[in-house]
């Protein structure tokens, strides 16, 4: 079958691979109809993620089960599928915690030996262990670009809000509205935030969080901690979401927050930074971090698309044949796309 | 000044009446622009609620307060308020655990010696007691319509779903569509739930509904049982409201939940009465009952009208003159009425 | 094997049967060395839950692991295990929620058909279903007795207290002290209740909660709530547990609760009562109702018995030779014994 | 009367003052019958936190009500009372979210203009504003050293486990045993911890957290993190409490907790300083910081103490007079002494 395999930092190439097999009683065999290219994708394509060249990417995908074992409840041969980007075993310490997001023997689609070794989705077909958990039937009527967020990318945006305790009627600032950002944005407004401040450099992506319903705010044009002060009867925002990953959005996020409040860090971090803990410790805030747990979320977050809650598709910028990967990757790098969806 | 009081069972009539005087120093008077007629109001009217002669009725009100005691901190001279239908001291035991609906010198707005020997709002001018949490600023840009629902009525629905625990996704059949149910619909839908599905027998009731984004099934013509297990995979909903309060609809919410579900008996209760504690039981349910703790939910409330997740204005059937407001009670004596709005 | 069947009402005995073997990938076997007889068996007994004749009851065991399917990867042959009183997948609607009890393919061990047809362990060996879920290890130190709790009794009265969200410092009456409600004592203490005040009509069982550390009140020769409103300023108990399953206990126990209080109601039942709504609606009550979550709470339960917080052990009023059983059943049935293990 | 205050940096003295007057309706005046020394009072001693000379320290007391405003209802005269270091007014937006200890007008006893120029209590007397959420009475039976900790060092070693979310069963790593941590050991304890593991480097202080049940790991001698991988079955602790307020402490802190695990930074920080966020990413920590929220705590922690649950007053190092006040902070000044009571 075709794969979009990693080959050398800035190159990725399709190539035959041969089609999966089933090894496990819980196995499932998926045939790919679509699925993301997504920012992690972009770490391993700049070599940020060392993965051995011939290794299948893509870890966002809908399709169909082409075969299962017979520890396979949960969904059926012919069904319509998508899957969150990591499995979960559901029987571990944490997965009986419903920490699934650190279940002991988790693997990552598409991101090599360190996380699991477990091939990709950029492909014709795709292995799925511990399909009952990893994989969901798409709820009748929802589309697939929308269903292709729910066990990533929008998984991610409600974990931001959900997981650091927003309650309704709180305000929100989301900090960088990439992909993440904006189903933040989105995932903010179905739980009934306040106020959502959405803050970002680019026009495209502030007027797409307007359109989410959030007030954009320019982080440079405009003043941040300002206009959240005017917002919020100059107490800061109950949460602030930081969707970039860099010590200055952390600090920024810690500014915003009110005494008291909740920061989530989404955005990745690998490395000691500085942080103004006088900051953290004087108004008292409490700090979520990490990758989200979508294995728990996905459900919810299906429901939430089923009821027109959370639409994501808008930000699907463009719609690509697998075989042009290598070209979507590339655009990618050039940051002329937000959220591409290959095709088989 | 002019107000509405009690004379006798099915009678009210509009009285003068001295005008209040500041009492305490958290006290705080407010010339009433609007008040409410609510399904409470119906219980003294009909005796069922004993209230001397003379009383003046009346508990959702707002208005701008005309005069303040110094340690009136919160709102102030001037300003537009809405008001909470009962007081709270924010010190006692009960405050002290944001139970405000149990304070322990609670005093209710218009119903007589037995809930505090407050006077009503149904008038030209109330006293307010512990007006810093009594008393709410209407946030700029909210409707004096939308504002009257949000310290009884709207937070009455909110703490139906709130209360019980509703999560973003989960399913919620509303028993009984009168103001509060319908509000539970629209603060449902707030909170992020997916399936809303709505039960009553009035047409223009569940139009409303169905307009509020809930599936509508009329109790008898349709099979509440049968569509709600159809809604979620033969399971029953997540959470089943009562706002009815009689055993027959605490039954059918009983039935209506789903295994380890919940059940929010919202609907006033006084009297023993039959409750199939098997199914209770097997099923593992929680049941939630209660009057609203609408002083720990009036800021959430108002932050979601502001933000357009709620808007109860649509309920409001009528608006009238104070002067007409034994009429209103007739009215909605008759259930000619949803909701009346008096003005002075 | 030697296993102890139900024969007829009022009738076991030990007869021959065949031994187990595996058949799902993560079925185990384990070798009984030691299991208890429980409340629930005596219904059985009685003939109110209904068994076919030959069936083995029992559903409390601690053994060795036999034999273990390759999906068993958190056991090993060779591990002394203690077991839930049911089975759970992991991986449905529910197990994903937490709600373990709440399986939809659950088991429970030695029930007979409507409850999953699962023979009991009451015998030389029994088949585990499930077993990453349904087994764990007997942490090194903990002793038998205290162990064969964990899953079953212990596990029940910790829900009675958790899962209705009782918080450091809070008051508890438990009603009824068969070994359920002496759990729910050692549990509340455990978990940091400030008063915990239990009730019942025998002295012996009154004497072992005070020696577990709460405030014996006899039902009838003192009175219960003048009791607790003594002790808890006149307010009434944040958490008052039923632990018999009775309406008068039920009742009871929402006249101990203080307003915004819970109830759990964690005696089995099984059919209608009255139950007095006014007073639960007044209070503003939230009532807990059903089966303990036993998976759910099983490595909390061995954690606290591990650090000593609980230990069930005085309960254990006899051992008896698993050949005894009929006589522990009988001896159970005429109420001499509180918690009798058989051993092997 | 008598008063201790601050008159340079390393110099402090008994001065006569003023005796306090009542000023708002909820003023108190309470006869100081103890006072402690805190770690905090050494911050002002050497000139850390800023306070004008002639300005009476102290935050921590326990007396007798000599004189009360009449919106004074929960203490009256002659009433044996504790106090919360701070005030809190109940009905401010973070009072009313139960967020005591960010109360917009909150003011500290003793700690100068900065923090509400409110006088301190190492004094004959002290105004309490607020008295009604400030002052609580002491529990019959509970002596005055321990009641001493209730509002500030027990309730800020409550907040470091109970806010930060532990649940029954849970293991968790306390780094600093001064007073804070060894009231956290305590306070986790008593809220069902499993292991309790206590770092240090002062083999008494290790020795104390030995008596109140805790695992001692000397910092330097032992290995922390090869102790508490074994004792958590490589996992590391749910809870990692951060009680001495250093860069490094934190550093040991979140490498201790386990995946999916909570950090609690109860120490004080005022700087910026580097934080490992990869490692918090990775592991997906969520840190709660800032100061305890005793307020908010401490009915809970009266309610312990009562119970026998949590009993400080081992910490109690020595007793001495208010005149020998200068000696007390100059013992404690060489760190010759854990806590010392102050009597008039």
């Not at 450099?201 to 319903?213: E, H, K, P, Q, S």
């Not at 915003?256 to 108004?283: D, F």
């Amino acid at each position: 079958m075709r794969a979009l395999t990693f080959q050398a930092p800035g190159k990725v190439q399709i190539e035959d691979r041969p089609e999966p097999t089933l090894s496990a009683d819980d196995d499932a065999i998926v045939r790919v109809e679509a699925s993301g290219v997504c920012g992690s994708d972009l770490h391993i394509y700049h070599g940020r993620v060392p993965v051995d060249p011939g290794f299948t990417l893509g870890h966002e995908f809908v399709g169909t089960v082409l075969d299962a074992g017979a520890g396979v409840t949960d969904v059926a041969v012919g069904d319509r599928v998508l899957a969150c980007f990591l499995t979960a075993c559901g029987r571990c310490f944490f997965c009986r915690k419903r920490d699934f997001h650190k279940c002991e023997s988790s693997r990552v689609f598409g991101h090599g030996k360190a996380l699991g070794n477990l091939q990709g989705a950029q492909a014709e077909q795709v292995l799925v262990p511990h399909a009952n958990l990893t994989l969901r039937r798409v709820p009748a009527g929802l589309g697939i670009d929308a269903a292709l967020f729910a066990g990533d990318v929008m998984g991610t945006g409600f974990h931001a809000v959900q997981s650091a305790g927003l309650t309704p009627g709180e305000s929100v600032a989301v900090l960088g509205l990439g992909p993440v950002g904006l189903c933040a944005v989105q995932a903010a407004q179905a739980l009934g935030a306040g106020n959502v401040l959405a803050i970002d450099t680019v026009a495209d992506r502030l007027a797409m969080a307007a359109r989410f319903g959030a007030t954009p705010i320019h982080l440079t044009d405009d003043d941040p901690k300002k206009a959240i002060r005017a917002a919020t009867h100059g107490r800061g925002v109950d949460l602030a979401v930081d969707a970039v990953g860099d010590p200055k959005a952390l600090d920024l996020a810690c500014r915003l927050a009110r005494n008291a409040g909740r920061v989530s860090a989404t955005g990745v971090y690998t490395e000691r930074c500085e942080v103004h803990m006088g900051v953290v410790w004087i108004k008292g805030l409490t700090i979520h971090a990490g990758q989200a747990n979508v294995v728990g979320h996905v459900d919810a977050v299906l429901a939430l698309m089923t009821a027109g809650h959370v639409d994501p598709t808008p930000i699907v910028t463009k719609h690509m044949k697998l075989d042009d990967a290598p070209e979507a990757y590339a655009a990618y790098a050039r940051r002329e796309v937000l959220k591409v969806v290959l095709e088989p």
